[in-house]
């Protein structure tokens, strides 16, 4: 059989190779750009060219798709590598007489017996953007909004100075350290999950993400749950949000675990 005669269509194998291999790349074509994208419960397309575009990377959402309404207002608190860094004695004073309120969930020397987080030793500017966002409804929490909507904002700044001001100390309910789970060391880069420590560290963190060693498991694991199902979404970035919603219930479980379960560093916050 010549050249000629192998690749032509009235050669069997020739013709049999060539629509399987067009069957493979329709199939594969549609799973990959039309099923993979629709099956992703956390996006919504209007039309199949939607999942086409998301699929091939370019902007996916038609102009004339109208963008979720937001039923639930927004942080509005800026926050530099600035903010409160300068206290004075005043301020933490004034911020030690109105603490005695939060004394009932926060402890009286801002460590928590309960699941409250622990706010001594707390970055000044994470309590800052907390109690605005409690007092304008970014946030909400049963206790926390009556407690802040009267806060002025002299108080809120006295108050996020003295808990900064304050040492951090062991937590009341102490766990056995476990290792680092590996959704904290590397994150997951596939899913656009970065390492819990690159916002969350002791030393190296970004403006207004708290440091989170001893804070309570429950506490913890709560607020992820409420970052991945969009119930607490005073995140400015959306960074909680789509971090929250990409890790898996175990990966949520192992790190609040693990940083329930570390003391907290004996170095003082600085902002």
């Not at 005073?234 to 675990?257: F, H, L, W």
Request: glycine share 6%; hydrophobic share 40%; net charge positive.
């Amino acid at each position: 059989m010549s050249t000629r005669d192998l690749f032509t269509f009235r050669n069997r194998h020739f013709t049999n190779g060539v629509g399987i291999t067009a069957a493979i790349l329709i199939v594969t074509t549609i799973v990959g750009f039309i099923v993979l994208p629709f099956a992703q419960p956390w996006v919504q397309f209007a039309n199949v060219w939607d999942a086409i575009c998301s699929a091939a990377g370019v902007p996916q959402r038609a102009a004339s798709v109208t963008a979720p309404e937001q039923s639930k207002r927004l942080s509005g608190v800026v926050l530099t590598s600035n903010t409160l860094s300068r206290p004075s004695q005043e301020a933490i004073g004034r911020g030690a007489t109105l603490a005695q309120r939060c004394a009932i969930c926060h402890g009286p020397t801002g460590v928590s017996r309960a699941d409250s987080p622990n706010l001594a030793g707390q970055y000044a500017a994470v309590i800052y953007k907390e109690l605005h966002d409690f007092r304008t409804g970014a946030r909400s929490n049963a206790v926390m909004s009556p407690f802040a909507v009267n806060l002025t904002d002299q108080e809120i700044t006295d108050l996020s100075n003295y808990y900064a001001y304050l040492p951090r100390l062991p937590a009341y309910h102490p766990t056995p350290q476990l290792p680092k789970p590996n959704i904290v060391i590397y994150g997951a880069p596939m899913r656009g999950i970065a390492p819990c420590g690159s916002c969350h560290g002791s030393l190296d963190n970004k403006t207004g993400s708290p440091w989170l060693e001893g804070q309570s498991e429950a506490y913890m694991k709560a607020q992820l749950q409420a970052f991945a199902s969009g119930e607490r979404r005073n995140d400015i970035s959306q960074q909680m949000r789509n971090i929250a919603r990409a890790m898996t219930p175990q990966e949520i479980e192992q790190a609040a675990a693990y940083y329930a379960s570390q003391p907290p560093d004996v170095v003082k916050a600085v902002d």
